[in-house]
């Protein structure tokens, strides 16, 4: 290579591995030339002229317009958040919720069917089974993990797969490649919401998957500050199903979570890295404590798709779910011992969390409808954080001895 090709090589960030992109990618320096990504907190843009206004609004002219369309903060944090995925295009939302909504929503219209999996986040299975049958999109449920189920679903007008891997809370694992493949010999798309895994764990988009939505809020804010939600596709898929719809719609982010979000990208890979190696740890911990009925990690030998797992994820992730014996007593008893750890119900952050499912995130289905999600009322998720894993394994070993011993435990 010519030092002059050499040079432009490195200019390039598609020629930059993960942690460089996620520092320097798709930053646009303003006239100052700031060291730290600045924050555009504008609604509009002002033009030299009537005929540069002009410009802008028939695209002759690609500058910005207005942040309900666009926002220079914003159009960061897509470029950063395309780099990390490997996606072409992207556009930001104000929450996951309405990544979700507008991924779903922009592709389909009445007469149109979708097959979901039923193992889905509430809001999700909301949008899914009471708002769009209300615009006469019917949908289908089906158990993710059999993929009979997936196939036998499918209609002349389905137009959309829908999925979450790995679940919540059950993190059971869904075959990515095999599910795309269904999808695309009956014509229809596979969106995946990669919430669990996050973007440095699981790429969707490399097993087929068409599009990949994002509650931001999770691991890539990753401190409990902000909503937010993001969609990445092709440039193609972007332009005919999503561009018209955000801009038209308004769920749009604001520059302000835009530019927290982006500040959070440089840290992700370490965050999440390290979250999800103290999770393993805390694994292998509950995974022979007397006190602990069941534990479901999907880095561990002992998860029933541990080979799927690691075909498709770079690690077993940040998540821990375990059940303890006693039922809702039982739990109660176990998160209400905890000290470091906290009870509430996000996910991804720099916290550890608890969250008894049964009672909170999945209240609202029926004790049946729970059963088939696999959710008990004595099983707890872990979500796990950054800190010292020494300390959270002190915090849950003391939580769990609150429950009177051995008896319970031979339950
Ligand atoms: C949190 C979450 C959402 C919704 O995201 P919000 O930012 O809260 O709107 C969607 N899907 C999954 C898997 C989530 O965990």
Redesign the pocket.
């Known amino acids: 290579m010519t030092k002059k090709t050499a040079d432009e090589a490195l200019k390039d960030p598609k020629n930059w591995r993960e942690a460089t992109r996620l520092v320097h990618g798709g930053t646009l320096r303003s006239q100052f030339g700031e060291t730290s990504e600045a924050l555009f907190l504008t609604q509009g843009f002002v033009y030299d002229t009537a005929e540069a206004a002009e410009a802008r609004f028939n695209g002759q002219d690609p500058g910005f317009v207005y942040s309900r369309y666009s926002n220079p903060t914003i159009a960061m944090f897509e470029e950063r958040m395309c780099l990390l995925e490997g996606a072409e295009a992207a556009r930001a939302t104000a929450?996951?919720?309405?990544?979700?909504t507008a991924a779903l929503m922009g592709q389909l219209k009445a007469g149109d069917h979708l097959v979901s999996a039923r193992a889905?986040?509430g809001?999700?299975l909301y949008v899914i089974e009471e708002l769009l049958p209300r615009f006469g999109i019917a949908a289908t449920l089906v158990d993710g993990a059999d993929l009979a189920q997936w196939e036998a679903a499918v209609r002349p007008e389905t137009k959309v797969f829908f999925l979450?891997t790995p679940t919540?809370p059950s993190l059971e694992i869904y075959d990515l490649k095999a599910i795309a493949d269904i999808a695309h010999r009956h014509g229809a798309r596979l969106v995946v919401?990669n919430?669990?895994a996050s973007p440095v764990l699981q790429k969707p988009l490399q097993f087929g998957a068409d599009c990949v939505?994002y509650?931001?809020?999770?691991h890539i804010d990753g401190q409990g500050r902000c909503?937010?939600?993001i969609i990445l596709s092709s440039r193609e898929f972007i332009d005919t199903y999503i561009h018209t719809y955000l801009r038209q719609t308004g769920p749009a982010l604001s520059p302000f979570n835009a530019w927290v979000m982006l500040k959070s990208l440089e840290t992700l890979p370490l965050r999440v890295n390290h979250q999800a190696a103290s999770a393993a740890r805390i694994a292998d911990f509950l995974a022979t404590h007397p006190n602990v009925k069941r534990l479901v990690y999907p880095g561990r030998a002992d998860h029933p798709q541990a080979a799927l797992a690691r075909r498709q994820m770079k690690s077993g992730g940040t998540l821990v779910t375990f059940e303890v014996p006693g039922g809702k007593a039982g739990a109660f008893a176990v998160a209400n011992a905890l000290s470091i750890i906290k009870i509430s119900n996000n996910?991804g952050d720099a916290k550890s969390i608890i969250t008894h499912p049964a009672t909170t995130t999945h209240q609202r289905l029926t004790p049946e409808g729970r059963a088939k999600m696999g959710i008990s009322d004595g099983m707890l998720r872990l979500s796990v954080g950054l800190e010292d894993v020494e300390d959270l394994i002190a915090d849950l070993s003391h939580a769990l001895s609150a429950l009177a011993q051995p008896g319970l435990a031979a339950e």
Request: glycine residues 12%.
């Open positions: 929450s996951g919720m309405a990544a979700v889905l986040f809001s999700c979450e919540n919401d919430v669990f939505v509650s931001t809020t999770k909503l937010g939600g996910l």
